[in-house]
């Protein structure tokens, strides 16, 4: 018995030393980025961005692992069942987190429960287009023939429950509107449409818009940056034009629930010192992606952050009755 006793409390002091330990020597090894999108996409060039930056700073190497399907559930359930020891993490978008849960009725994972927010990266600015031949000049023009005629103007999107319609749902509740919605295979059909007269208007990546808008094909009306966006500085914020609207969808890193918070916090300064850096700076010019400053910056912050994001997304979803079966 004190056999038994004296073996305890020395398995039980190892495993005091040893927690404590591992997180100092973190990382020893190569760290897999999972990301729950296809390979060349935005969310998987962001990714790939983030981690030549942040393998730099932790001197290991970071393989990003595509695990693309059912709308970045396939890879995020990976994520939550991979081990908590730091070396497997998420890169991944608002998605996954904030709008899938309130969308599939049996999803496979608790976006709150099962993981540990190591740091919000940033957001891809989204604008407000319509078909340049459109009598509409402006947000208000848009609102104003929406209210004329009720359920006539159309918007398009990438796919039920996608980016492009949570955003735009949030946007018909703040004016007090409505819109028949038209899916598309993709942003790219989407817009197309928009610029051939097929559809009215949409929400797209600023990149994109302002592509078809240099062509003369779309007329961009708004912008869900905070202030005013370098790429097309002619275009005015919701705020500018007002109308107090969040439309913002995060980019965010997390690993699985039980990773220690050594290992987390040390994630956490590790890209946010490495995302300070001007090269990588540069580089998220260059994708679109701008930073978002959340309070100091560190783990609970992000959960704060990620927590209201999910309550806010999933209060447009319900208003909307946005499901998908």
């Known amino acids: 018995m004190k056999i038994s006793t004296v073996l305890c409390g020395v398995l039980l002091m190892a ?42 700073k932790l001197n290991v190497p970071i393989v990003v692992d595509n695990r693309a399907g059912a709308s ?23 998605d996954s987190h904030s709008v899938n849960p309130h969308l599939f009725p049996n999803i496979r994972y ?10 919000v990266v940033g957001y891809n600015p989204c604008t407000l287009v319509v078909n340049a031949q459109r009598p509409i000049q402006t947000l ?21 429950g996608s980016g492009g319609h949570v955003r735009m749902a949030a946007l018909m509740d703040a ?18 449409a928009v610029a051939g007269g097929e559809v009215d208007a949409m929400i797209v990546p600023s990149g ?3 592509q078809q808008a240099d062509a003369g094909r779309v007329r961009m009306l708004a912008i869900d940056t905070v202030d005013r966006y370098q790429t097309v500085p002619e275009v005015k914020t919701y705020k500018e034009l007002g109308f107090d609207l969040n439309l913002r969808f995060w980019n965010a890193i997390f690993a699985p629930k039980g990773t220690p918070q050594a ?10 010192a490495a995302l300070d850096d001007p090269e990588a700076k540069a580089d998220l010019d260059r994708i679109g992606l701008v930073r978002l400053e959340i309070g100091d910056r560190g783990p609970a912050a992000a959960k704060s952050y990620l927590d209201a994001e999910y309550g806010r997304w999933g209060k447009v979803i319900a208003g909307a009755n946005i499901r998908m079966e």
């Not at 990301?35 to 730099?56: E, F, N, P, Q, Y």
């Not at 970045?72 to 608002?94: K, L, N």
């Not at 608790?110 to 740091?119: E, H, L």
Request: aromatic share 8%; charged share 20%.
């Open 175 to 192: 004016a007090g509107i409505q819109f028949i919605h038209v899916p598309y295979k993709g942003s790219g059909p989407a817009l197309t």
């Open 208 to 210: 994109m818009a302002k």
């Open 110 to 119: 608790d976006a709150i429960r099962d993981f540990v927010p190591v740091a």
């Open 263 to 272: 290992i987390a916090d040390k994630l956490n300064k590790a890209l946010n």
């Open 15 to 56: 495993g005091a030393w040893t927690t404590p330990l591992r997180a100092d020597n973190y990382p020893e090894r190569p760290i897999r980025m999972i990301v729950a999108w296809a390979a060349g996409g935005g969310t998987d060039i962001a990714a790939r961005t983030v981690a030549k930056h942040l393998s730099k």
């Open 72 to 94: 970045g559930m396939i890879g995020t359930e990976q994520v939550a069942g991979s081990p908590p020891d730091g070396y497997v993490i998420q890169y991944t978008v608002a």
């Open 140 to 160: 208000e023009d848009l609102v104003a023939a929406a209210k004329s005629r009720p359920n006539e103007l159309t918007f398009a999107t990438w796919g039920i």
